[in-house]
């Protein structure tokens, strides 16, 4: 168990709809990141906050956002639902530049 | 940005076989990071290694920096060993993401 919490495990919803991940990090971690692994693009990392801002972005669509709350858990928000963000989406925390540790992260399929 | 190539991209084992998986990556790095991806698809940490070797049971792990490659050896592997190994890294200059390769897909046959 790394201690990191994603829910829920399984998501399956229609096209054009929105949903939310959530991720609750390591107690102590101020990082958080979200990364995507579908099949055709592998592990790709999406956006990172430290502390409630955010620090990086990767190659997240502007259909997504997310935001870190004050009690450092953070939600990954997906609007305007297509068939290819059928994904994992995982979630993972770190002191900042350490050992990141992965949630269990949560499968998304969209019908 | 950097490159992260894993290799082979596929290996068979019988039980008890030992195995090699190699990373090279085309940067420097801060962090470099294994990671076990069971069939359930869990991202189980193995080990954070940016130099030097570790080992961890039947698991080691040893990174030369400068030549910019990463070994990943398994002895007496398990059927549990089954899954794809990935490697990922955080290159010097970038930020915190972690670049991950395409892993190996391992399977243990009893």
């Known amino acids: 168990d790394s201690g990191v919490t994603q829910t829920p495990k399984h998501l399956i919803t229609a096209t054009g709809q929105r949903v939310t991940l959530r991720c609750s990090p390591r107690?102590?971690?101020?990082?958080v990141y979200w990364y995507q692994q579908s099949l055709d693009q592998g592990l790709q990392f999406l956006i990172q906050?430290?502390?409630?801002?955010?620090?990086a972005k990767g190659n997240i669509l502007e259909r997504f956002s997310a935001q870190q709350f004050p009690d450092l858990h953070s939600e990954l928000n997906l609007s305007s639902l297509e068939l290819g963000d059928s994904a994992l989406y995982f979630c993972?925390?770190?002191?900042?530049?350490?050992?990141?540790?992965f949630g269990p992260g949560t499968r998304l399929t969209v019908l | 940005g950097i490159q992260v190539e894993q290799s082979p991209p596929d290996l068979i084992l019988q039980e008890g076989a030992n195995s090699t998986l190699r990373c090279n990556f085309s940067?420097?790095?801060?962090?470099l990071q294994w990671f076990h991806q069971n069939p359930w698809g869990q991202l189980i940490n193995l080990f954070y290694?940016?130099?030097g070797t570790k080992q961890n049971g039947r698991l080691s792990a040893t990174t030369v920096a400068t030549e910019r490659y990463s070994l990943l050896y398994i002895s007496s592997s398990q059927t549990t060993d089954s899954g794809v190994y990935f490697c990922?890294?955080?290159?010097?200059?970038?930020?915190?993401?972690?670049?991950f390769g395409k892993g190996t897909k391992l399977t243990v046959n009893p």
């Open positions: 993972a925390s770190s002191v900042s530049g350490d050992t990141q540790y």
């Open positions: 107690s102590g971690d101020l990082s």
């Open positions: 906050y430290y502390n409630g801002e955010e620090r």
């Open positions: 940067d420097s790095v801060n962090n």
């Open positions: 290694i940016p130099s």
């Open positions: 990922a890294v955080l290159y010097q200059g970038g930020s915190e993401k972690l670049v």
